[in-house]
């Protein structure tokens, strides 16, 4: 593989940092966390950057993030396990309605989304489904063990949000592909339960650290050792949470096919033609350049050798199936979105509803003020993207969504 295909850098003290940004824009705050990333003595060999890079909290996200007998619970976020999947259908473009309005208060209905507000959580269910039980009932003995350990991670009603959206850059859609294919998509992770077990481990993180922060670049960057009081409980509480997130994924695309089948006119169809399910936020073993290492991948998706992932642009934007290249400099990884260019505070003040309308024009969506800072401005292009990885992945299916729900 050509060197030329990354840029690399690194800080004085730091391991290098391998970075697919040709073409691309990276913001020097961004370069700056990736320095500080790179010179924990945990690093193994280098950090890997994907064109989508930006300013995270804790580390950057767009970064694959390779330790030596040690996670950094804040590396790995509070998303826990958030991703993607996708659903090829036996559907054409000639088989829906000219005015998808109904289609998508359809998809609407079948899964809940949205903020809590005044005391109601839009985004739950009132009363979960038989589905949303029987997945619970799998997931429950794994939790109730961890709460053993950690009461405070009880609190949630974690049933209730088990098959729903969420809020944020989260979203279901019907896509077409370049022969005319409707498949369904969607974005989600671990809900609240993720975000409870993320933030209670990165605390424990920084106080197990607290005689060592000094010496860290960012007190962020705390971590546990393999053998340390909460490893072990951190690898079991973010595996459930991945765990949860993937059924998540799963339990509403299952209600998102009943739906469409039931309560709308579509003539019967066949799914699961192409079925994509893959995390772009979480840590796992892997074994890399001979060595068994934890995998840290915050907002990046395995591409290993022929195995399937999804690329997600922005509303409005194109979207990609792709097989993984299994580039090793990479840690078989690729980007896991377009990444954006601005926060979501400055979108909300740069981009207008007209600009929104416009470039979300002949998609069913939202077009008012509360989705600003999702609108495709807010994002990098996403062909600068592909382009910048062409050896990390090959683009198997280019999508175009016709109908998005946002949470």
Sequence with gaps: MSALSYQEFKS???VPVKAWIKGVPIEEEARRQLEALSELPIIFR????MPDVHVGIGATIGSVVPTVKAIIPAAVGVDLGC???AVKTSLSASDLPENLEGIRNVMEIAVPHGRTTRGKDRGSWGTP???????WAKLK?????LVEKHPRLGQSNNLVHLGTLGTGNHFVELCLDEAQAVWIMLHSGSRGVGNAIGRHFIEKAKKDMANHLHNLPDKDLAYFEEGSAFFGDYVAGVTWAQAYARMNREIMMQNLLVALREKTNLPPFQAHIEAVNCHHNYVQKERHFGEEIWVTRKGAVRAGKGEMGIIPGSMGACSFIVRGLGNAESFESCSHGAGRVMSRTKAKKLISLEAHAKATEGVSCRKDEGVLDESPAAYKPIEAVMAAQKDLVEIVYQLKQVVCVKG
Excluded: I, L, W, Y
Excluded at 46 to 49: E, F, K, Q, S, T
Excluded at 129 to 135: C, L, N, S
Excluded at 141 to 145: I, L, Y
């Design 12 to 14: 004085a003290k730091g």
């Design 46 to 49: 280098h950090v890997a950057v």
């Design 83 to 85: 991703g993607m999947m």
């Design 129 to 135: 489904p038989q589905r949303v039980e029987a997945g």
């Design 141 to 145: 003995p794994g939790f109730d063990a």
